[in-house]
């Protein structure tokens, strides 16, 4: 594994408690990064935390107030954040969009696209006062594809992106990237909320016949978050597998 380098910059992971959350984490630390993890399960996130050598702050991304609170709380403890990496999400159910509950449909939307503008508007204005940031959004392949029956997650998904492209123009003028990537499924605990035919149909859409590895998404991730990444923004990396069409 190479090293990126991420010394001393201030990283903040939403969902960092697990799956490529915390496998980017471990990655960063290692390159010499100091890591936050949101998370909205405390217990969970505590105890990753303590084993990663990261600190903690569990907060609810669908509430604004609430991911300011975090950003004060992660000052307080180290400094002004560097990096965001907006990973946090769930998968929500598999229906058809005339048997998709409203309420079920406004939970995912505000989870993965309000969630990830919620900590996008909160860590900007430092970034933007001190002359530098990285952000990395946790998009998906169905965002460009559209998943069947997953018509939400789809939309959601294919929002970060547009939120990712709309943000960077904002920002090109400092030395502020804003990116986001496209992972074909991995294989975390989220399978757990998934149907097995959800779960074969997505397996059997990568050409390279299996899932993404967590550690391969790391090492894409951490080179958008570094300091090396100085020009490329509102990019949206793909990690299909080979699935993307585009």
């Not at 990116?179 to 909320?193: D, G, K, L, M, S």
């Amino acid at each position: 594994m190479n090293r990126i380098d991420l010394n001393d910059r201030i990283t903040v992971f939403t969902g960092g408690a697990q799956g490529i959350g915390r496998a980017v984490a471990e990655r960063m630390i290692a390159s010499g990064a100091r890591v936050a993890i949101w998370d909205r399960d405390e217990a969970l996130g505590a105890q990753v935390a303590a084993e990663i050598g990261a600190s903690f702050v569990a907060v609810q991304q669908t509430d604004f107030a609430a991911v300011q609170s975090a950003l004060a709380a992660t000052g307080s403890a180290l400094r002004g954040v560097d990096v965001l990496v907006a990973n946090a999400g769930i998968a929500g159910m598999n229906a058809t969009v005339a048997d998709y509950p409203v309420n079920e449909w406004r939970a995912i939307i505000d989870i993965y696209l309000t969630g990830v503008f919620h900590c996008c508007k909160a860590v900007v204005p430092g970034m933007w006062a001190r002359g530098y940031g990285r952000i990395v959004n946790i998009a998906s392949i169905a965002g460009k594809e559209g998943n069947p029956n997953a018509a939400v997650y789809s939309a959601s998904k294919a929002g970060v992106i547009a939120l990712t492209k709309s943000l960077d123009k904002q920002l090109a003028g400092g030395d502020i990237t804003v990116n986001c990537v496209t992972p074909a499924a991995v294989r975390t605990r989220i399978f757990e909320q998934m149907t097995e035919e959800h779960i074969g149909y997505m397996l059997s859409r990568i050409p390279r016949g299996r899932f993404l590895a967590r550690e391969e998404a790391a090492a894409m991730i951490c080179w958008l978050a570094s300091a090396e990444n100085s020009f490329t923004t509102g990019a949206v990396f793909d990690l299909s597998g080979g699935r993307a069409i585009y």
